[in-house]
């Protein structure tokens, strides 16, 4: 990251509290502009947790959360922070895509329906428009032959494939990834991978929480491994998994690979 260049994602010291117990413990993380970072670490460790406060859908307990520059939840006047209004959350997290584990798509609606609907609410997007950007959308994630399919109607690895381009729909700056496919079957795995793979060689910036250690490996330019609420370590994917710092990391490296 050039000196004067905007973090795509700063944090510092970030403390998320569930009835009075820490979840996280102080996260650190800094994300340059076109990095896609993946978060590791064994279940509970707060990977899901931290990326849900990526974009305000967990409010933070301490430290500090910068998206782009912009205070996630917050505006700051002086020295004091003062809550934002939920319309204007709203138009922060319309910068940020997210894709859930579970596809989370609208049971009633169409792919094509689906992946128009939030342009068109909360952008205000013209109908027309919304059609041919979400047909685009679409063919680029392999689904040109299924827009007017219902949810029921495809597999786990095409619903995934919808919710991401209802995502990318909102022309997001960045991209979080909630183990996007933990929920399917294995031989659909890939099918995902590979549209995620196609998006990080574009440039999007992409925070991605995965057990998927072989596309951390190979597409990632940051691995963090975070364990009991905070990150241990953080490095390029080449040395991570190949010459761990932390004997933690060791441990769960040798217990996953």
């Not at 490996?217 to 010459?243: H, W, Y």
Request: net charge neutral; with cysteine; hydrophobic share 45%.
């Amino acid at each position: 990251m050039t000196a004067g260049t905007i973090p795509a994602v700063e944090a510092r010291q970030v403390i998320k509290l569930f009835n009075g117990i820490e979840i996280l413990k102080g996260v650190d993380l800094t994300i340059a502009s076109g990095e896609v970072v993946c978060l590791i670490g064994p279940s509970g460790s707060g990977k899901s947790t931290f990326l849900r406060c990526l974009n305000h859908l967990e409010k933070i307990d301490g430290g500090s959360l910068q998206v782009f520059g912009e205070w996630i939840g917050y505006r700051q006047v002086g020295d004091r922070l003062h809550s934002l209004k939920e319309s204007e959350i709203v138009r922060q997290r319309a910068r940020i895509g997210m894709v859930f584990q579970r596809f989370n798509l609208f049971g009633h609606m169409t792919a094509l329906e689906n992946v128009i609907e939030a342009p068109m609410q909360v952008k205000k997007v013209p109908r027309p428009q919304a059609i041919a950007e979400a047909q685009q959308l679409l063919d680029r994630v392999g689904l040109s032959h299924r827009y007017h399919a219902y949810p029921s109607e495809l597999s786990g690895g095409q619903q995934q494939r919808v919710a991401i381009a209802r995502a990318l729909a909102m022309k997001p700056q960045i991209m979080l990834f909630d183990e996007p496919t933990s929920a399917l079957d294995p031989e659909l795995v890939g099918e995902v991978l590979d549209v995620m793979r196609s998006l990080a060689e574009e440039g999007m910036t992409m925070v991605v929480v995965t057990h998927e250690m072989a596309f951390a490996r190979e597409v990632c330019s940051k691995v963090a491994f975070m364990d009991n609420g905070a990150i241990i370590e953080t490095d390029t994917p080449q040395r991570l998994f190949s010459a761990p710092a932390h004997a933690r990391t060791r441990d769960f490296l040798t217990r996953v690979l």
